[in-house]
Antibody
């Protein structure tokens, strides 16, 4: 079965950096677009970024463009999100999800990122 | 980019039918997907494309669309359907995704 397991969340000071990872299993990772979506405490879902199956293209929400970088390693079945210049408003649960072309179907359980001094 | 608008809260009596709507300009060009999210859990896809259900999703869930409005209908709502429901689609540029603000469904 499809499994997506995020890691790397935690507490970071404003202006700091964090790298999230997502380990995928149960499907042919290299066949799928992959996405990051976040959810601030008590708020709705916000799409962050997605990457093509062979890393040939990436797209970002305006709120993170220039600060976040999505990448993947198909040999390791892994997705990453490098987050720089973090702000308080980036505080959220970050979900790794499969898809990003026609739909986003499977989601991981999420990892909490807290940006606070 | 564009926005998707949902009613914040909707309620339905047990066993009755409820429709949850999602409005946005991008829905004139792109299909809506619908997610169910229960407290402390990750979202689950319940409807994608033009009224398609992933494996394991009960057939009481259905989707439809007209103009700039997409709808999720639950026919014969069950207690376990109480959750937040969010729509999403491509934005008007076609390169980004956008989510609605979510609708909290209460089953009475």
């Amino acid at each position: 079965q499809v499994q997506l397991v995020e890691s790397g969340g935690g507490l970071v000071k404003p202006g700091g950096s964090l790298r999230l990872s997502c380990a995928a299993s149960g499907f042919t990772f290299s066949d799928y677009y992959m996405s990051w979506i976040r959810q601030a405490p008590g708020k709705g879902l916000e799409w962050v970024s997605y990457i093509g199956s062979s890393s040939s293209f990436t797209y970002y929400a305006d709120s993170v463009k220039g600060r976040f970088t999505i990448s993947r390693d198909n040999a390791k079945n892994s997705l990453y999100l490098q987050m720089n210049s973090l702000r308080a408003e980036d505080t959220a649960v970050y979900y790794c999800a499969r898809g990003g072309d026609t739909s986003i179907d499977y989601w991981g359980q999420g990892t909490l990122v807290t940006v606070s001094s | 980019s564009s926005e998707l608008t949902q009613d914040p809260a909707v309620s339905v009596a047990l066993g009755q039918t409820v429709r949850i709507t999602c409005q946005g300009d991008s829905l004139r060009s792109y299909s809506a997907n619908w997610y169910q999210q229960k407290p402390g859990q990750a979202p689950v896809l319940v409807i994608y494309g033009k009224n398609k259900r992933p494996s394991g999703i009960p057939d009481r869930f259905s989707g439809s669309s007209s103009g700039n409005t997409a709808s999720l209908t639950i026919t014969g709502a069950q207690a376990e359907d109480e959750a937040d429901y969010s729509c999403n689609s491509r934005d008007t540029s076609g390169n980004h995704w956008v989510f609605g603000g979510g609708t909290k469904l209460t089953v009475l």
